[in-house]
């Protein structure tokens, strides 16, 4: 943990946190762990040698690739687990990874449909465990408390030092190793830990500056998936900030007295430099059995 996690603070709470899992596995925590680094830090070494064995693989569940996987309707990753790992997806520019993960982070309920099952309403105690080798796995809003994410790990001068020292970790772990890591998960005192609350780190905000106008690119995205639309569709997406969803929205909009659904002229919103003509063929087109 000292070699991933060398500033005492930070592996403080990642070492809480995961004694946390073990001490109290029914209490899920609201925010989850983000580790960036290089490649060949070792970080996988954590959870398929240690984690997994000590919480039970059927208990663990390892999306890889890509986000999609994770956010799918029919994903069983948040189904009767206790650890889900999110294991160097894809990095994204899209803000819609970060809006679709929120309440699959904080929520204590959710719904599951597995392939070919009813959909049903499950608790919900899975930690997050993010590892990604990009400075910014997606982009996240300025005011996230949903992760916490530790120093960038940068790979030792000396490449092959990881490997010499997973080596010994083999040994050791073979040596009972791993009884005396969950006696020490199970001990460690969790005095100052929050599961509920945490601070964001330097690479929290390195990694929000990476995201900047995170609002923006938010509304300029709904707009482009919906192009044509009435002014209370997009305040009420963007409930918690009516007032600049509108203004952002003037940067890629123009509002336009129509008659476009046969209810008489009321005002729309359409991409800019489009005739209204343009906008009522593509109404038409999205929702044909409004204009019957």
Known sequence: MARMFPIGEERKVILQWLAHMFQRPAERPSWHIMVTSDHGTGKGYLYKEILMPLIGSNQVSLCESTYSNFLDKNSIHLFNTQLCIL?????????????????KLSEEYASVEPKYENR???????????????ARPFPIESQDRRWFAPSYIELPEDQASTAEYLEGMDAYLADDGLTQIYSY???????GFNPKATYQTDT???IISLSSSFEEEEVKEWCEENKVFKLESLQSRFSDKPDLAKTLALNYCQTKSIDIDGSGRSNWWIPKGWKPKQAKEYYAEQQPQRLL
């Not at 160097?88 to 899209?94: A, L, M, N, P």
């Not at 608790?123 to 990009?134: A, E, Y």
């Open 204 to 206: 929290l905000k390195s």
């Open 87 to 103: 294991d160097d997806c894809e990095s994204t520019t899209s803000r819609n990874v970060y809006g679709r993960m929120k309440s």
């Open 185 to 191: 998960l199970m001990t460690l005192s969790l005095d």
């Open 120 to 134: 049903t309403t499950v608790p919900v105690f899975t930690r997050i465990w993010l590892n990604s080798n990009k």
